[in-house]
């Protein structure tokens, strides 16, 4: 049970006490909001304590006064180096196990899951690993989906950001579903090209896939069309209508451009490069010897043909969508040509493993962005959703026909925790493994004493919780030199300044954006009601959202009220709901709870079946929120929302967890 209530509430006031007590914030509260705000424990929240009002937090010879008099003298010792070394990677050797467990293996029947909430450590766990996975023979292709190789702020990669490249945001550019399309097929040519340099795959293996899974005589015979300048022979090639003599003649074609392209014996050798490269694909290469060497150049030479068929057939089904756009058959045929290389390098891979020559495994970080990507353009019907259904679906039916390498995905959306496999239809499809971080005892065990002392762990572990990224963060905030200089001049408490420096910093750069962007999907919700988008089923339960408003300029008040009313409800269950009761249909289907599931701020995790703030730092910053907008709140606003409360507020303390 997340015992939070009184303590973030009583430390959400404190931000505002000054300006509670002025006359022009002055106004009268209602026996409920009292109880709110008053109903508290009497004692001082854990971050409220200073040093001086608490005998147990003042010890001495700290290790920040012992740190501050070796800088002043300098001379520091080996405690004083550990007291500012960088944040330790800690080891989980269950889950590093259960990964070590299935990755093992040559070809696997399912892709294993990795999800959990934001900052528990799945990224830096999957990372430890990468480095066992790329000792030879293993082989492991990291693909990480997200627009940027540095680790992203809190909610950047949230769904409401990913709509705004159609409004030409720069900042949102790289996650339109052709980007996140072109770094998985990346990772995957990789793979194929480690395949081909081992020795492992060559081009009658390409041909021998092509031929037994995918019709390719119309797309070669364009192919040979176009590439070939209509020569004699080629004419003669493409009339014969035998696909081994098309597909000879277009290996001598792409031969032909690269010897014109890149000049000397040798097709793939660049003179200006150490690698062997294909322009086509991007697929590289160690040189080899010339014996070696024809043989590895077939074989990139058919990877590259089989990439320039696919595309063909692709422009051919997408044509066919825009003659046809009311065919809802269309769709799938889009998805499936869209996914058709993925898989064809999929079935490449998987069908030239080798036991101690050969390993391959491929880890997507961030999936969940492919599933929020939109399309490259407003015209083209194949979003994120689709593409990313029919991808798992087309890597689940691999994986039970035909056997699939180790398929690592990781992400932090809780879609991946119960509903997937309620759309897939099958709770076999994929192992899933949850990862919910670490309890505070577990993290006391490894972080008291090596990096926090055991008073200033218990303040810690009180406020914020023991999510792993919120320690960390606060561990570069604590040995920052400029927050000892700070912590200087102003004769400050470390820990209760630096908690409190943190969740300002959480609250302006993570959840005050993630709130507008909440605000945003409900005025989408309430416009969506008034032109009749969204089904009556969603209204059913919900008599607080019942009656949205069909005015432009009221939707957003609206909006910002239901999320204000909501935050109050979930106050009172200590920020945890048990959504398997039977009473929850009513919290499932309210709006704002799929508003903050969106953005990031909410996990619904599997089991226990909770649905509550990633961490309790976050449900600090929440109630810091809540106390703000009753304090922006007009009279008129004030009256109205008083009148909600009265007549249609929400109540979810059935739910509660016990």
């Known amino acids: 049970m997340l015992n939070l209530r009184p303590r973030v509430q009583r430390a959400a006031v404190r931000p505002f006490a000054a300006a509670f007590s002025k006359p022009a914030a002055a106004k009268s509260f209602s026996r409920e909001e009292k109880d709110f705000h008053n109903s508290l424990d009497p ?9 001086e009002h608490s005998g147990k937090f003042q010890y001495k010879n700290s290790r920040r006064e012992l740190h501050g008099a070796a800088a002043s003298s300098s001379h520091y010792t080996l405690a004083d180096e550990a007291a500012t070394a960088p944040w330790p990677v800690v080891r989980r050797p269950i889950l590093e196990t259960l ?8 070809t696997v029947v399912q892709p294993l899951i990795l999800h959990g909430p934001r900052g528990v450590g799945k990224r830096t766990l999957v990372e430890e690993l990468m480095k066992e996975w790329n000792k030879s023979p293993h082989v492991a292709a990291f693909v990480n989906l997200s627009p940027s190789e540095k680790q992203l702020t809190w909610f950047e990669d949230n769904e409401i950001s990913s709509r705004a490249i159609e409004s030409g945001d720069e900042g949102a550019k790289g996650r ?16 194929a090209g480690k395949a081909v340099e081992k020795g492992c795959l060559k ?17 070669l015979n364009k192919f040979l069309r176009t590439e070939g300048h209509k020569s004699s022979l080629m004419k003669s090639t493409t009339g014969s209508g035998n696909t081994h003599d098309m597909w000879k003649a277009a ?11 890149f000049g000397g014996d040798d097709v793939l050798y660049n003179p200006s490069s150490t ?3 294909d322009g086509r694909s991007g697929l590289y290469m160690q040189e080899k010897p010339r014996s070696q060497t024809l043989v590895r150049e077939d074989a990139i030479l058919s990877l590259a043909i089989a990439q320039e068929l696919f595309k063909i057939q692709e422009s051919w089904r997408t044509s066919s969508q825009q003659k046809h756009p009311r065919r809802g058959i269309i769709a799938k045929v889009r998805a499936d040509a869209a996914t058709s290389y993925s898989i064809f390098l999929l079935r490449l891979i998987s069908g030239s493993v080798q036991e101690g020559k050969f390993q391959p495994k491929l880890i997507i970080n961030n999936l969940d962005l492919m599933r929020k990507a939109t399309p490259e353009n407003p015209e083209d019907s194949l979003h994120g959703a689709l593409y990313h259904d029919s991808l798992l679906m087309q890597v689940s039916k691999l994986g039970y026909n035909y056997g699939c390498i180790p398929i690592v995905l990781v992400s932090s959306d809780s879609y991946y925790s119960l509903q997937l496999f309620e759309d897939h239809g099958d709770d076999n499809a ?4 949850e990862v919910l971080g670490w309890t505070p005892k577990e993290a006391a065990v490894h972080l008291v004493p090596a990096v926090f002392e055991e008073p200033e762990w218990k303040v810690i572990s009180s406020v914020l919780g023991s999510n792993v990224r919120h320690l960390r963060e606060l561990h570069s905030i604590w040995n920052h030199p400029s927050f000892l200089e700070i912590l200087e001049e102003n004769s400050g408490n470390a820990v209760d300044d630096c908690i409190d420096f943190y969740l300002g910093y959480l609250q302006v750069t993570a959840v005050d954006p993630a709130m507008e962007a909440a605000v945003k999907c409900l005025e989408i919700f309430a416009a969506d009601v008034a032109v009749g988008k969204s089904s009556r089923s969603c209204l059913k339960h919900g008599y607080p959202w019942r009656h949205p408003p069909r005015k432009p300029d009221i939707q957003r008040r609206w909006a910002r009220l239901q999320l204000v009313d909501y935050i109050q409800a979930l106050a009172d269950t200590d920020f945890a709901v048990n959504y398997r009761e039977e009473k929850a249909q009513e919290f499932l289907d309210d709006p704002c709870t799929d508003a903050l599931l969106q953005v990031g701020l909410f996990y619904k995790q599997r089991e226990p079946p909770y649905l509550r703030p990633i961490s309790r730092g976050f449900a600090r910053c929440l109630a810091r929120w809540y106390v703000r ?7 008129t606003e004030e009256m109205a929302y008083r009148w909600h409360r009265l007549i249609r507020g929400r109540y979810y303390r059935q739910l509660i967890v016990t």
């Open 43 to 51: 004692s001082p929240a854990p971050c409220e304590l200073g040093w």
């Open 99 to 106: 990964l070590k467990n299935y990755a093992r293996h040559l």
């Open 176 to 191: 339109d579903i052709g980007t996140i399309r072109c770094k998985f097929e990346e990772g995957l040519e990789f793979l």
């Open 203 to 219: 081009s009658d293996d390409v041909l021998d896939v092509l031929l037994e899974h995918y019709a390719i005589d119309g797309a």
């Open 251 to 261: 290996v001598q074609e792409v031969r032909k451009q690269f010897v014109s392209e």
């Open 275 to 277: 690698q062997t490269a």
């Open 430 to 433: 994929f192992i899933s493994h």
């Open 629 to 635: 907008e009753r304090i922006k709140f007009s009279t």
